[in-house]
Protein backbone atom coordinates (compact mmCIF):
# COMPACT_ATOMS: atom_id res chain seq x y z
CA UNK A 1 0.00 0.00 0.00
CA UNK A 2 1.55 3.38 -1.03
CA UNK A 3 1.74 6.00 1.58
CA UNK A 4 -0.70 8.52 -0.08
CA UNK A 5 -3.14 5.37 0.55
CA UNK A 6 -1.99 4.52 3.94
CA UNK A 7 -2.46 8.79 5.02
CA UNK A 8 -5.83 8.70 3.47
CA UNK A 9 -7.17 5.66 5.00
CA UNK A 10 -5.81 6.93 8.31
CA UNK A 11 -7.42 9.78 7.84
CA UNK A 12 -11.03 7.98 6.94
CA UNK A 13 -10.64 6.21 10.38
CA UNK A 14 -9.85 9.78 12.39
CA UNK A 15 -12.96 10.37 10.89
CA UNK A 16 -14.83 7.86 12.16
CA UNK A 17 -13.21 7.54 14.99
CA UNK A 18 -14.26 11.51 15.72
CA UNK A 19 -17.82 10.51 14.49
CA UNK A 20 -18.53 7.69 16.69
CA UNK A 21 -17.18 9.19 19.93
CA UNK A 22 -17.93 12.51 19.65
CA UNK A 23 -20.73 13.00 16.83
CA UNK A 24 -18.05 14.71 14.12
CA UNK A 25 -16.23 17.40 14.18
CA UNK A 26 -18.44 20.23 14.87
CA UNK A 27 -19.26 19.11 18.28
CA UNK A 28 -16.21 21.49 18.76
CA UNK A 29 -15.60 25.25 18.34
CA UNK A 30 -13.44 25.93 15.23
CA UNK A 31 -9.84 26.35 17.35
CA UNK A 32 -10.21 23.28 18.54
CA UNK A 33 -10.06 21.47 15.61
CA UNK A 34 -6.70 20.81 14.54
CA UNK A 35 -5.55 19.69 17.79
CA UNK A 36 -7.98 16.86 18.16
CA UNK A 37 -7.35 16.13 14.52
CA UNK A 38 -3.84 16.46 15.21
CA UNK A 39 -4.29 13.62 18.70
CA UNK A 40 -6.39 11.50 16.89
CA UNK A 41 -4.20 10.87 14.00
CA UNK A 42 -1.34 10.41 15.99
CA UNK A 43 -3.59 7.97 17.96
CA UNK A 44 -4.90 6.09 14.96
CA UNK A 45 -1.27 5.57 13.52
CA UNK A 46 0.34 4.31 16.54
CA UNK A 47 -2.66 1.86 17.21
CA UNK A 48 -2.28 0.33 13.38
CA UNK A 49 1.57 0.11 14.38
CA UNK A 50 0.43 -1.59 17.76
CA UNK A 51 -1.63 -3.37 16.37
CA UNK A 52 0.32 -5.03 13.10
CA UNK A 53 3.27 -5.59 16.03
CA UNK A 54 0.94 -7.46 18.40
CA UNK A 55 -0.31 -9.43 14.95
CA UNK A 56 2.87 -10.14 13.47
CA UNK A 57 1.30 -8.33 10.14
CA UNK A 58 3.54 -6.60 7.76
CA UNK A 59 3.87 -2.47 7.05
CA UNK A 60 1.29 -2.49 4.82
CA UNK A 61 -0.98 -4.88 6.27
CA UNK A 62 -4.26 -2.81 7.09
CA UNK A 63 -7.45 -4.02 8.75
CA UNK A 64 -10.87 -4.45 6.86
CA UNK A 65 -12.07 -1.73 9.15
CA UNK A 66 -11.03 -0.30 12.40
CA UNK A 67 -12.63 -1.43 15.65
CA UNK A 68 -10.56 0.15 18.67
CA UNK A 69 -9.99 -2.29 21.07
CA UNK A 70 -9.97 -1.00 24.61
CA UNK A 71 -7.47 -3.10 25.90
CA UNK A 72 -5.03 -2.79 23.41
CA UNK A 73 -5.45 0.73 24.19
CA UNK A 74 -4.53 0.14 27.73
CA UNK A 75 -1.14 -1.65 26.41
CA UNK A 76 -0.27 0.88 24.56
CA UNK A 77 -1.05 2.97 27.92
CA UNK A 78 1.42 0.80 29.29
CA UNK A 79 4.31 0.52 26.60
CA UNK A 80 7.30 2.44 27.45
CA UNK A 81 7.70 3.99 23.89
CA UNK A 82 6.17 7.13 21.70
CA UNK A 83 2.80 4.52 21.98
CA UNK A 84 2.67 5.53 25.73
CA UNK A 85 3.30 9.17 24.76
CA UNK A 86 0.53 8.91 21.90
CA UNK A 87 -2.14 6.91 23.84
CA UNK A 88 -1.90 9.14 27.23
CA UNK A 89 -2.31 12.27 25.09
CA UNK A 90 -5.46 11.06 23.45
CA UNK A 91 -7.05 9.59 26.55
CA UNK A 92 -6.10 12.83 28.40
CA UNK A 93 -7.90 14.68 25.02
CA UNK A 94 -10.98 12.59 25.01
CA UNK A 95 -11.39 13.11 28.96
CA UNK A 96 -11.43 17.19 28.32
CA UNK A 97 -13.47 17.19 25.15
CA UNK A 98 -15.84 15.20 27.53
CA UNK A 99 -15.59 18.11 30.56
CA UNK A 100 -16.19 20.66 27.52
CA UNK A 101 -18.99 18.77 26.59
CA UNK A 102 -20.41 19.01 29.96
CA UNK A 103 -20.55 22.64 30.12
CA UNK A 104 -23.40 24.92 28.76
CA UNK A 105 -21.69 27.37 26.46
CA UNK A 106 -24.61 29.80 26.81
CA UNK A 107 -24.55 29.97 31.03
CA UNK A 108 -20.46 29.65 31.34
CA UNK A 109 -18.78 30.94 28.50
CA UNK A 110 -15.56 32.00 30.33
CA UNK A 111 -15.52 28.44 32.00
CA UNK A 112 -16.04 26.92 28.52
CA UNK A 113 -13.22 29.07 26.81
CA UNK A 114 -11.21 28.62 29.43
CA UNK A 115 -11.38 24.83 29.14
CA UNK A 116 -10.58 25.00 25.34
CA UNK A 117 -7.30 27.74 25.52
CA UNK A 118 -6.24 24.34 27.87
CA UNK A 119 -6.74 21.63 25.64
CA UNK A 120 -5.40 24.01 23.00
CA UNK A 121 -2.44 24.50 25.50
CA UNK A 122 -1.78 21.13 26.01
CA UNK A 123 -2.76 21.65 29.50
CA UNK A 124 -3.30 18.33 31.43
CA UNK A 125 -6.72 19.01 32.85
Not at 58 to 63: A, L, Q, V, Y
Not at 69 to 93: C, E, K, N, P
Amino acid sequence: MQLSNLDSSIERWCEQAIIEKWEGPDAFPEELKPVVYDVYRSFIGGYLNFLRQKKTKPSDWFPEELVIDWGLVDDMRHFFSDYQHITIAFLSLNRQLKKLSDIDREKEPKLYQHLVAEIISGAPS
